[in-house]
């Protein structure tokens, strides 16, 4: 199996496992936990497996491996909180503009990462690259739809809620430019360190969300605790075949994929995880949008040939 392959199958269990981030946040707000509080314990929790599991630490110490720059690790570590950041603005646009469109807008900022790296990086561009990512952008808009006779009484979109979904979709889509941007560096991170030091930046971020916010206590109950050790595993695995993925990737020059890929697919499997496990009804959006996602991810494999060669 070739790099090529190898990259895109870690693209797609990248968006899979995401798909279940959703989830998770929909179980915090039906138990009434606290986000920050279970975003601190699982930032904590993922930065300590990611040194135990994938960083090779003892080799860092040891001289055996380089470390990298301090400017490469601000970098990272900027990149990590940025996209923290931009996924708190998302939630709090959804708050104001109580529909589906902030969640499209905001989640649309995978094409500023498909756009850098090809303007920037001057990564090879070709039209079955801008149809996939047209097409699966189209298949989340179509997931944003609400047909529910609740979601069409809803107030339409707030001016506040407007602004907070477009701040929201620069912020993530800097923050992803940025985390292509780290494959690359001349420092090509042997010891696997971005994925410990992005689940260092979760942990501070909850930090300062719970401080700013000034919700106290620390109280955590067994459902907590149960979706801590879920979301931190979760986080770990996925957090470090990202980097991987993107890595891989960058050789090929379809480094700039990987987010239309993995978003498009958590987007549609978080849709059918909504379907299964919280019986919500799958009506024609709902399909229309499977489809284009589909098809995108169809039109990406055509993209390069080199794909195909196991």
């Excluded at 931009?86 to 094409?111: C, D, E, H, N, P």
């Amino acid at each position: 199996m070739n790099d090529l392959l190898t990259g895109f199958l870690l693209t797609i269990l990248t968006g899979v496992l995401w798909s279940f981030t959703g989830v998770y946040y929909k179980s915090m707000a039906k138990w009434n936990l606290s986000l920050y509080n279970i975003m601190m314990f699982m930032g904590g929790l993922s930065f300590l497996m990611t040194l135990l599991i994938f960083t090779k630490t003892e080799d860092l110490l040891s001289g055996k491996l380089p470390l990298p720059s301090a400017g490469y690790t601000l970098f990272i570590f900027a990149a990590s909180l940025t996209n923290i950041a931009g996924s708190f603005i998302l939630q709090r646009s959804m708050i104001y503009g109580k529909s589906g469109v902030t969640w499209a807008v905001g989640q649309s900022a995978f094409i500023l990462p498909f756009i850098a790296v090809t303007l920037i990086f001057s990564e090879p561009w070709n039209i079955l690259k801008g149809l996939g990512t047209l097409s699966v952008l189209a298949g989340m808009i179509f997931f944003s739809v609400k047909t529910s006779p609740e979601a069409k009484t809803e107030a339409l979109q707030t001016k506040k809620g407007i602004k907070l979904a477009f701040l929201a979709f620069f912020v993530l889509g800097t923050a992803q430019s940025m985390t292509s941007a780290s494959s690359f560096f001349a420092y090509e991170d042997p010891a696997m360190l971005r994925p410990a030091i992005a689940c260092f930046s979760t942990f501070l971020a909850a930090c300062a969300g719970k401080f700013f916010t000034g919700e106290r206590g620390l109280h955590l109950n067994r459902k907590a605790l149960l979706l801590i050790f879920f979301l931190s595993l979760q986080t770990v695995i996925a957090t470090a075949i990202q980097f991987l993925a993107l890595d891989k990737l960058k050789k090929y020059g379809m480094n700039g994929t990987f987010f239309p890929v993995a978003i498009g697919l958590c987007i549609a499997g978080y849709s059918l995880w909504s379907i299964v496990l919280f019986k919500e009804k799958a009506g024609r959006y709902f399909i229309c949008g499977l489809f284009l996602i589909l098809a995108g991810l169809f039109c990406y494999l055509l993209a390069d040939a080199k794909i195909l060669q196991f």
